[in-house]
């Protein structure tokens, strides 16, 4: 039944083709609107909102492309594919440059159209979901550096949405500075608890003889030292989330009582007889990998299994290289910001260096780069010499040479397909490969020319 709420607004002035267009689409579950004139479209945008516009790219009155710009005006979110022939298609890559999602060429096959317009929503869904999580997360804590152009945290961060409202147990697994807390707060500015406290720990910065202490609180007189009664963060996180960072880390004495908190929502502070009772949302991280933990009996089996209730599984920047240019450019107006400068961005040389590079400190690594070369250039663009001054590229583990080459391979495609803005034709062209033997080699790893697009 929910599909029926997906309204579809087609704009044709050939009356014929809307009537079958129109039939199609009903046919398929969805409620659509016509119109034949490009006022009768507008009026329509103005009157209700719609989920996909499809528009013919050759109208009476007007082009398609003027039409869209013009309904984007009134509803920018809203996906468009545009309708041409098949001598027009030049002007329809236009027309996606110019903000349209696709375009299909007539005659089309009615399954094609459908798979079209299936795949646009489903996008438009996902932007929506991830606009909701910037959108409280800037509002609360100015986390605007999430930045999601690749596919992988594309489909992190839908996960995120869905997680969110449950109250289950998360598991974050992720390498260091591939920002395991700020998705941990996403996940409860998500939630229902988004009103309560979101409490953070890391179990790895906090000696064992003071960690207990800080988790579990304690009573007056309970130890040297303990003049007054304190809540541990347990109790403080009650009706919130609370977020053990590096539980890996944890030692095994704490790994027992902290599984109990966990079953039974109860624990009792150091010096007291009275349980206390919590409800608490958990949220796990660590760059371990515990399971390996668990076998070298470092880490507690039933534990484990009490917190890996939902994985997440961050990727290291290295396998989201899409991601680096729109990093960058957040970083860029965040120091630019802060340190009052007006630098526009970085040479291509710039660029390419920090696009080849691994990336061992991953998004925090990046981060401290920008801020470097913000602070020590003279100029309004950021030059080679001032990107990673103080690595040696030359001491890094040696790869096997098939995983070097596959590496540089798709390192190398990334960047083709950045600086082109996902165009395939330039792409191939710059790389000195047959289109289709590009396409090829873009599908071997998996790589969306689409997510390239500016």
Known sequence: MAELTRRILVVD???????????????????????????????????????LAIIDLQLGSCDGISLMKDVHQ?????????????????SAVEAIKKGAYSYITKPFAPAELLSQIEKALETRRLSMEIKRLKGLMEEK??????????????????????????DSTVYINGESGTGKELIARAIHLGSDRKDQPFVAINCAAIPETLLESELFGYEKGAFTGAVQRTRGLFTQAHKGTLFLD??????????????????????????????????VRFIAATNQDLK???????????LFYRIHVIPINLPPLRER???????????????????????????????????????????????????FAITMTRHDVIA????????DQTHEKLQP??????????????????????????ASELAGKYRADFYNLIKKYDLKPEAFKK
């Open 13 to 51: 002035d050939d009356s014929n083709l809307l009537e079958v267009l129109r039939m199609r689409l009903e046919s398929a579950r969805y409620a659509v609107d016509t119109a034949l004139r490009e006022e009768e479209a507008l009026e329509a945008v103005k009157q209700q909102p719609f989920d």
């Open 74 to 90: 009134i509803n920018p979110d809203l996906p468009v594919i545009i309708l041409t022939a098949y001598g027009s298609i030049e």
């Open 141 to 166: 804590y100015d986390f605007s550096n999430i930045v999601v152009k690749s596919e992988k945290m594309q489909h992190i961060l839908q996960q995120v949405s869905i997680i969110a409202r449950s």
């Open 246 to 279: 590096e539980i890996g880390n944890m030692p095994l004495s704490l790994q027992k009582k902290s599984l109990r908190v966990l079953q039974e929502r109860q624990f009792y502070p150091l010096g007291s007889d009275k349980p206390v009772e919590i409800d």
């Open 292 to 302: 390996n933990e668990v076998r070298e009996g470092r880490f507690r089996e039933d």
């Open 321 to 371: 290289k899409e991601d680096i240019p729109v990093l960058v450019e957040q970083f860029l107006n965040e120091f630019n910001r802060r340190m009052k400068k007006g630098v526009k961005g970085l040479t291509p040389a710039a660029l390419q260096k920090l696009m080849l590079y691994n990336w061992p400190g991953n998004i925090r690594e990046l981060k401290n780069t920008i801020e």
């Open 384 to 391: 080679e010499d001032l990107i990673l001054q103080s690595t």
């Open 401 to 426: 040479l098939k995983e070097a080459r596959a590496a540089f391979e798709k390192n190398y495609l990334v960047h083709l397909l950045e600086i082109t803005g996902g165009n395939v034709s330039k």
